[in-house]
């Protein structure tokens, strides 16, 4: 069993499928985790030790989440990502939304 077997990562992956089954997006590997791909761009993940969304989008709409509460500087091995935005709290809705801005921003 691996650390990733006991992510909670069950609501990203309920999320993301519309898309799979849409065929919009498919899964893929970044950074040794899986992913959501369009095309060669990378769209989103289950950040790998909490299960939250991680999400690539325009840096105006990270930095609004950022300040409005809603997410977190994606920042692995301490380097800020600037178009991507870790979002924590369980909201499907909120997920969704986002991995649609997401979609349109790197299809």
């Given at each position: 069993?691996?650390?990733?077997?006991?992510?909670?990562?069950?609501?990203?992956?309920?999320?993301?499928?519309?898309?799979?089954?849409?065929?919009?997006?498919?899964?893929?590997?970044?950074?040794?985790?899986?992913?959501?791909?369009?095309?060669?761009?990378?769209?989103?993940?289950?950040?790998?030790?909490?299960?939250?969304?991680?999400?690539?989008?325009?840096?105006e709409r990270v930095a609004e989440l950022i300040?409005?509460?809603?997410?977190?500087?994606?920042?692995?091995?301490?380097?800020?990502?600037?178009?991507?935005?870790?979002?924590?709290?369980?909201?499907?809705?909120?997920?969704?939304?986002?991995?649609?801005?997401?979609?349109?921003?790197?299809?």
């Open positions: 069993m691996t650390a990733q077997d006991d992510v909670d990562d069950k609501l990203f992956w309920d999320v993301a499928q519309p898309l799979l089954a849409a065929g919009k997006a498919e899964e893929g590997e970044l950074m040794r985790s899986p992913c959501l791909r369009v095309g060669k761009e990378f769209l989103a993940m289950p950040e790998y030790r909490t299960g939250d969304l991680v999400v690539k989008l325009p840096k300040s409005a509460g809603q997410g977190l500087p994606f920042a692995p091995a301490k380097k800020v990502f600037s178009e991507w935005v870790q979002v924590p709290a369980r909201d499907e809705a909120l997920w969704a939304q986002l991995l649609d801005e997401g979609y349109e921003f790197v299809s």
